[in-house]
Every structure is written in structure tokens, then in C-alpha cells.
């Protein structure tokens, strides 16, 4: 799967902790910034939906919960109450899910650090080549 996608970490207060954004197809800075803010909208806007389904079915996974324009979003609930928002244009719902879980174990592995403070932006350099290293494995 190639082209542009957005992951973000939701904590459960609604608060982003992790940005990952790959593929803007805009040049200049004050594009770059509005697709970033056009993103964390599309996310922000997609929480209402993540929390619907989360109730309503017994997987961690939820697939694709909702669509804007071209953008489909999948959504991944952890026990702990933090959402993991991917927005994409192409549909590989495999890749997704593998993606999820793999990001999710590197995320246990972080939170068993003794000073790693929950709920809090994701600040660590390793975490960061981690996912982007995820990504690039399963989104080329």
C-alpha cells in the first residue's frame, strides 16, 4: 500500500501523544502545516465513530470506521483506553492490522520504561524510528 497516510496515538482524555504523517502532496510550509491540521481534524472527528464501534464489538481491531473524502479511517482500541487513528486512501486491511499490533507491542515495550509517564506526548526517539520503520514495512 503506497501513498499518503496519517497515524496518530489518541490517549483515553482525547489528547494526541503520537503524530506520524508520511506522503503530503503539498510543496510549500503553509501547505504542509494546513495538511497536518486538516488531518488532526479528520482524527479528531473520527472519535465519535472509534467510540460507537468500540462498544459494539469485542475486537481490539475495529477496521474502518469512517470515510472523508478520500481518506478511509481505521481505528485500533487498546484495554487501556488509547486509540490508534490511521488514515489512508488505500484499502489493505491486513497491513493495517499487523501494523496496529506491532505498533502496540513497541508501545507496551515503552510503557514499561520506569520513567515513562502514561497519557503523556510520546517523546522518545526509539518509539519514533520504531513506527516509521512499522510503516515503511507494511505501507512501503
Known amino acids: 500500500m503506497r501513498g499518503p497516510y496519517y497515524f496518530v496515538i489518541v490517549g ?9 504523517s ?6 510549500s510550509q503553509d501547505q504542509k502545516l494546513d495538511f497536518r491540521y486538516l488531518n488532526q481534524f479528520i482524527a479528531h472527528a473520527a472519535l465519535d465513530m472509534i467510540e460507537e464501534n468500540m462498544w459494539s464489538s469485542s ?3 475495529l477496521k474502518i470506521v469512517d470515510k472523508f473524502n478520500d481518506w478511509l479511517v481505521s481505528a485500533f482500541v487498546t484495554p487501556s ?5 490511521f488514515m489512508h486512501e488505500e484499502n489493505s486491511e491486513d497491513h493495517i ?5 506491532e505498533v502496540y507491542e513497541a508501545y507496551v515495550r ?3 520504561n520506569p520513567f515513562f509517564v502514561e497519557n503523556t506526548k510520546i517523546t522518545s526517539g526509539f518509539f519514533l524510528k520504531k513506527v516509521q520503520q512499522l ?5 512501503g
Open 22 to 27: 508520511y506522503g503530503s502532496p503539498t510543496k
Open 12 to 20: 483515553p482524555e482525547d489528547n494526541p501523544l503520537f503524530e506520524l
Open 59 to 61: 475486537s481490539t481491531y
Open 110 to 112: 515503552l510503557s514499561m
Open 81 to 85: 483506553g488509547l486509540r490508534f487513528i
Open 97 to 101: 492490522r499487523a501494523f496496529f499490533q
Open 135 to 139: 510503516a515503511r514495512k507494511h505501507f
